[in-house]
């Protein structure tokens, strides 16, 4: 997972980061995160409002459990007021998070969904993470979801559960095209979706802050070498072209996947045909593929919300969406 931050100040954005933190080792994770890879600004005495969705990580008993324990550990870290992001009910206090753990639990969508609703009425979120892809309606300025909790949001395709870094490539398919035939695939974490898009050439600088999947480098050779393993193959079985035609076809596996998704959404009677696309996130580029695909116009997140942003080109302002948006809804 990880740790996003952002800096406002006068409902200006000034600076956003992402540093990756190896949550489900436990909560010392994150004071390694803290204090190392985080800029002063992000420890310093401030107004900090807090969303999350590292809850559900396994060294969690629940949710609730884990709420707790990241609400606390904002409280023992953050120095000044500190202010949970409950989603539908608000900001809400530390004191107060326990009780809300419901509210809060991964409701960091729910922040990006609110902001880009004060400035565009009507329209499908996408925000394609490392991780995850979050696809929220937003229908009279306000996220219409029809569900809240990450399982309500599987159910109804509002979350779906693949991004363009950490996703292993079996959940993408069960066979793929090699050499004429149709071959199934090892079940195994051979390979990873951000191997597939740096073979072409898509994934942004500094996008995959995580170990590759056999904890080797990032070469093209050796993000080839990882695909070749999912279909049985050693890499010097295939030329530099079919490897790239096979990340080819991972890539429209994962799109059509989301097409589906935001087909089923955008099939709503309450999403007006010219509604556009609002995105966000590590893999906006995927999520541009998808607008063109279904004849929607697409919106950068930083291009919506630019009025608030002191720079407009810092890199990080799209990735770290959810961290800009409960920065500039606290200040309200």
């Known amino acids: 997972m990880h740790v996003k931050a952002a800096l406002v100040e006068g409902g200006r954005v000034h600076e956003a980061v992402q540093a990756p933190c190896k949550l489900w080792r436990g909560i010392p994770a994150l004071d390694e995160t803290f204090s190392k890879l985080l800029p002063d600004w992000a420890r310093e005495e401030a107004d900090h ?15 609730g459990d884990g709420v707790a324990q990241l609400a606390a550990w904002a409280a023992a870290n953050l120095k000044g007021r500190v202010r949970i992001y409950a989603g539908r009910s608000g900001f809400v206090t530390l004191e107060a998070a326990e009780a809300q753990a419901a509210d809060i639990a991964s409701a960091n969508w729910h922040a990006t969904a609110a902001l880009v609703g004060r400035h565009v009425a009507n329209a499908l979120l996408v925000d394609i993470g490392s991780t995850t892809s979050d696809l929220i309606p937003i229908v009279g300025g306000r996220p219409a979801s029809t569900g809240y909790s990450d399982a309500e949001r599987l159910e109804t395709s509002e979350l779906v559960y693949s991004g363009v870094v950490r996703t292993a490539l079996p959940a993408l398919a069960t066979h793929a095209p090699w050499a004429g035939r149709r071959t199934a695939l090892m079940a195994e974490s051979f390979a990873t979706t951000a191997d597939i898009h740096r073979l072409l050439g898509d994934l942004p600088e500094g996008a995959d802050q995580q170990h590759s999947a056999d904890l080797k480098g990032k070469s093209i050779a050796e993000s080839e070498t990882r695909l070749s393993r ?21 890539a429209e596996a994962q799109l059509r996947s989301l097409h589906n998704a935001a087909a089923t959404l955008l099939s709503r009677s309450d999403l007006p045909p010219d509604a556009p696309l609002v995105i966000c996130g590590a893999g906006s580029f995927l999520a541009e593929r998808l607008a063109r695909r279904l004849g929607r116009p697409a919106r950068a997140f930083t291009g919506v919300i630019a009025d608030s942003l002191a720079d407009r080109d810092a890199g990080w302002i799209s990735t770290c969406g ?10 309200d």
């Open 49 to 63: 409002a807090v969303t999350m969705t590292g809850e559900l990580t396994d060294c969690f008993k629940d949710r």
């Open 230 to 250: 999912i279909i049985g193959r050693d890499h010097s079985e295939g030329s530099e072209a079919a490897w790239r035609a096979l990340a080819a076809w991972f």
């Open 322 to 331: 959810p961290a800009v948006a409960v920065g500039l809804l606290a200040e």
